[in-house]
């Protein structure tokens, strides 16, 4: 089966690292995407991992293990308008097609 | 600037009425997909169009219509067949070399009244 899992919920503080995991199972691989979506808007395109190995990009960073099918999304310097779900995505469903994690809800606290 | 469009992005709908949400791209992408996203959960595969002229049923294709007649449009009808509209629909589009990854539109929240 094809399947991708993330937390439902956490929560950081204003200034703090944050770091979101995902665990996915798919039919084939064509990279790890990870979106920002804030409440009532569509989703922003974050990163994009198909190889092995950590990708930085300012104050966020993706990592992959293709071995493990784990990948994290890391986020430095947290802000509060970092608020917002993160919706790990998988490719493999086919062509183009990504398969979509439920999303995990971030709170950022003063 | 090359984008995703969708309209409107309120809709009402009334029991038994058929309405069709509008999607339109102009960054030459081949694939066009509709999402179905309800509060506090995941994006839900309705349909998608790899090629002009053609789409293929998601994971919940029940009540909904779609059609592919110009690359650049890809609209969704929500038939009367479907007994729960009532939420938040995405369309996205991508390419078909490289980042695979999608772009997508700015949402219509479909309620039923």
């Known amino acids: 089966g094809q399947n991708i899992d993330q937390p439902t919920e956490m929560t950081a503080t204003e200034g703090a690292i944050v770091q979101i995991n995902c665990t996915y199972q798919t039919s084939g691989f064509n990279g790890l995407f990870w979106y920002q979506q804030h409440a009532g808007e569509a989703p922003t395109f974050l990163s994009y991992n198909v190889l092995d190995g950590l990708e930085e990009k300012g104050r966020f960073s993706s990592f992959l293990s293709r071995s493990k099918g784990y990948s994290y999304l890391l986020l430095k310097e947290l802000q509060m308008k970092d608020s917002a779900s993160y919706l790990c995505a998988g490719g493999g469903g086919g062509y183009n097609k990504l398969i979509f994690g439920a999303g995990t809800r971030l709170a950022v606290h003063p | 600037d090359g984008g995703i469009t969708q309209s409107p992005k309120y809709l009402f709908r009334k029991e038994g009425q058929n309405v069709t949400l509008s999607c339109e791209q102009n960054l030459n992408h081949d694939a066009m997909y509709w999402y179905r996203q309800d509060p506090g959960q995941g994006l839900r595969l309705i349909y998608y169009?790899?090629?002009?002229?053609?789409?293929q049923k998601g994971d919940i294709a029940e009540g909904y219509s779609v059609s592919r007649e110009k690359k650049e449009s890809f609209p969704l009808t929500v038939t009367s067949a479907q007994k729960n509209p009532t939420a938040f629909y995405l369309c996205a589009s991508s390419g078909s070399q490289g980042n695979y990854g999608y772009t997508f539109g700015s949402g219509t929240r479909l309620t039923v009244v």
């Open positions: 169009s790899q090629i002009v002229n053609d789409f």
